[in-house]
């Protein structure tokens, strides 16, 4: 069965920085195109960065520049690192391949930017 667990979130203020990890289980990750959602309040999840098997990487236009999402197969985890956070930025953050269908949804990664 495959398990998706993020970590890495907090409390951070404008402009802060944090890393989010994702450790997946039950899968041959090195197989997938991975991707990083969010979920804000009252909206609708939506991919914000994905990372193919090879290692190209993509970003939605709210992120580019900010957030990096990198892999690491041998560890079957999956990183993003946030610079520059706004308060738009607050959400829970999940991980999930980038195919369909996805696998089960982990409980996610909440980070919220706040002065």
């Known amino acids: 069965q495959v398990q998706l667990v993020e970590s890495g979130g907090g409390l951070v203020q404008p402009g802060g920085s944090l890393r989010l990890s994702c450790a997946a289980s039950?899968?041959?990750?090195?197989?997938?195109?991975w991707g990083w959602y969010r979920q804000a309040p009252g909206k609708e999840r939506e991919l914000v960065a994905s990372?193919?098997?090879?290692?190209?990487?993509n970003y939605d236009d709210s992120v580019k520049g900010r957030f990096t999402i990198s892999r690491d197969n041998t560890k079957n985890t999956l990183y993003l690192q946030l610079n520059s956070l706004k308060p738009d930025d607050t959400a829970v953050y999940y991980c999930?391949?980038?195919?369909?269908?996805?696998?089960?949804w982990g409980q996610g990664t909440l980070v919220t930017v706040s002065s």
């Open positions: 999930n391949r980038v195919v369909d269908p996805t696998y089960q």
């Open positions: 039950g899968t041959i990750f090195r197989a997938y195109h």
């Open positions: 990372i193919r098997r090879l290692g190209i990487t």
